[in-house]
Nanobody, 121 residues
Framework: QVQLVESGGGLVQAGGSLRLSCAAS????????MGWYRQAPGKQRELVAV???????NYADSVKGRFTCSRDNAKNTVYLQMNSLKPEDTAVYYC???????????????WGQGTQVTVSS
């Protein structure tokens, strides 16, 4: 099992910044990817940003140039620095990790509990 602890959400005015963090713990052998998704009211969950263990990154077009996803492998922690926030960024943000528990083992997908980000106009 993997435990994910998220922090950093809150209320901010448009144009402001927030930083989310998500720490993973458990008997993890390797982390294949770490990233963030979000879900606004009445909408489907969508990818925000993801980083793979191979160093590849993928960002939603709507956040490119404003959000930066980074990870600290020593701490099994992923961050999301959000700048120039817009009201349309308002959503619950979920951390996501894909891990394996043994060499050549299957990958398992885990979600954080979600943290609310609200951007006022």
């Amino acid at each position: 099992q993997v435990q994910l602890v998220e922090s950093g959400g809150g209320l901010v005015q448009a144009g402001g910044s927030l930083r989310l963090s998500c720490a993973a713990s458990g008997r993890i052998f390797s982390i294949d990817s770490m990233g963030w998704y979000r879900q606004a009211p009445g909408k489907q969950r969508e990818l925000v940003a993801v980083l793979t263990s191979g160093g590849r990154s993928n960002y939603a077009d709507s956040v490119k140039g404003r959000f930066t996803c980074s990870r600290d492998n020593a701490k099994n922690t992923v961050y999301l620095q959000m700048n120039s926030l817009k009201p349309e960024d308002t959503a619950v943000y979920y951390c996501n990790v894909v891990v394996t528990f043994r060499i050549l083992g299957p990958a398992s997908n885990y979600w954080g509990q979600g943290t609310q980000v609200t951007v006022s106009s």
